[in-house]
């Protein structure tokens, strides 16, 4: 079975919400997910799963929050080849910069050869509930995507 792993940030709990719903959707698809706040995380662990879901709000005029800047940095060391990835984050349209940080993520996992099977899910504030009903989408289709891979 498939070893999936979710490192996430959330400062007011709205990428909070998106964490637990797609990881419920992940669930209903009859798999664990190991499930870690990015200052739990070590970024070489990732190397360790078949697929990997990171989270992150976007902060300022379009950067990742302080939490996950080593993270992030510490990313550059490892290789995802072979691994499938996504990446979720709530957003705030007030800003220039709509969900950068999603981008951000999604532009550092190809770089260290993530194959990233899903557009990266960007939701407006706090989820509503249609919206939770798509980040279990989310995290469905997100396991269908690494299983695939692994049957193929």
Sequence with gaps: MAKLIMVYTSMTG???EMADAIVEGIKEEGFDIE???VLDADAEELEAYDGILLGAYTWGDGELPDDFLDFYDDMEDIDLSGKKAAVFGSCDSNYEKYGAAVDILIDRLKEIGA???LEGLKIEL???NEERETCKQ???RFVQS??????A
């Design 146 to 151: 690494v299983v695939a891979t692994e049957q």
């Design 126 to 128: 706090a989820p509503s």
């Design 115 to 117: 194959e990233v099977v």
């Design 14 to 16: 709205n990428t909070e």
């Design 138 to 140: 989310f995290g469905k």
């Design 35 to 37: 499930v870690k706040e």
